[in-house]
T-cell receptor, first 117, second 114 residues
Framework: SAVISQKPSRDICQRGTSLTIQCQVD?????MFWYRQQPGQSLTLIAT?????????ESGFVIDKFPISRPNLTFSTLTVSNMSPEDSSIYLC??????????????FGPGTRLTVL | AQKVTQAQTEISVVEKEDVTLDCVYE???????LFWYKQPPSGELVFLIR??????QNEISGRYSWNFQKSTSSFNFTITASQVVDSAVYFC???????????FGAGTRLTVKP
C-alpha cells in the first residue's frame, strides 16, 4: 500500500490556469519537500514546505508562482499558477520522518504529470 | 557548492550482463549522505540506498552493489546479471546531514534488452 499519495496523478491544463497538487502521508512527518522534474531532466527542489509557516523557496522559484500550503504534519499542497507550456513537468513531493524506514532519507510520492497546452 | 555528476547519459546492455553506473560528487562538507534512486517508466522515485560519508564499506543487496570511494569522490552502482525490469533512470544524489540541500545528478537511463 502506498505511504505517500499525490493527487492528481496526471492532468492536462490550459495555459493561464492554475492547478493544485495534493500530497498526503499516512503518518506525521517532520519535513516535506516539493520537486519539479522537467521532461528528460533531473529533479530540482522547488521549496521546503514548513508546517505552520511559509514555505522556504529555492533560488528561481517564487511564492506567487508556486504557492505552498502545509496545514498539518501529514498534508501539503503545491499550486502551479498561471501556467504556461514551460510548466509541463512531473511534480513530486517527498518526506522525511514518519512511518517510513529512516528519518535521514527522503521518500518520494508517485508524482503528478502535468501537461500544459 | 554541492554537485553530482553522472557522466553516463544512457547505457544499453543485454540481459544478464553486468553494468556499472558511475557517480562523482563534489562537496565541502565533511559529513554528508549519498543516495541512489531508481525511476522506472511509471515515474515514481524509488529509494535504493543511503550511505553516510564516514562509512566507506561497500554494500551488496542481491544483484545490486555499491562502491563508495571517498578518495575519488565516487559512489558507483553495479547491477549484476541485469534483467529487463532493471530498465529505468537511475539518479545519484548528495545531501548534507540535515537534508537541507539535496542535489541530484542528471540521471543515467539504463535499458536492458532481452
Amino acid at each position: 500500500s502506498a505511504v505517500i499519495s499525490q493527487k492528481p496523478s496526471r492532468d492536462i491544463c490550459q495555459r493561464g490556469t492554475s492547478l493544485t497538487i495534493q500530497c498526503q502521508v499516512d503518518s506525521q512527518v517532520t519535513m516535506m519537500f516539493w520537486y519539479r522534474q522537467q521532461p528528460g531532466q533531473s529533479l530540482t527542489l522547488i521549496a521546503t514546505a514548513n508546517q505552520g509557516s511559509e514555505a522556504t523557496y529555492e533560488s528561481g522559484f517564487v511564492i506567487d508562482k508556486f504557492p505552498i500550503s502545509r496545514p498539518n504534519l501529514t498534508f501539503s499542497t503545491l499550486t502551479v499558477s498561471n501556467m504556461s507550456p514551460e510548466d509541463s513537468s512531473i511534480y513530486l513531493c517527498s518526506v522525511l520522518g514518519g512511518s517510513l524506514a529512516s528519518t535521514d532519507t527522503q521518500y518520494f510520492g508517485p508524482g503528478t504529470r502535468l501537461t500544459v497546452l | 557548492a554541492q554537485k553530482v555528476t553522472q557522466a553516463q547519459t544512457e547505457i544499453s546492455v543485454v540481459e544478464k550482463e553486468d553494468v556499472t553506473l558511475d557517480c562523482v560528487y563534489e562537496t565541502r562538507d565533511t559529513t554528508y549522505y549519498l543516495f541512489w534512486y531508481k525511476q522506472p517508466p511509471s515515474g515514481e522515485l524509488v529509494f535504493l540506498i543511503r550511505r553516510n560519508s564516514f562509512d566507506e564499506q561497500n554494500e551488496i543487496s542481491g544483484r545490486y552493489s555499491w562502491n563508495f570511494q571517498k578518495s575519488t569522490s565516487s559512489f558507483n552502482f553495479t547491477i549484476t546479471a541485469s534483467q529487463v525490469v532493471d530498465s529505468a533512470v537511475y539518479f545519484c544524489a548528495l545531501s548534507d546531514t540535515n537534508n537541507n540541500d539535496m542535489r541530484f545528478g542528471a540521471g543515467t537511463r539504463l535499458t536492458v534488452k532481452p
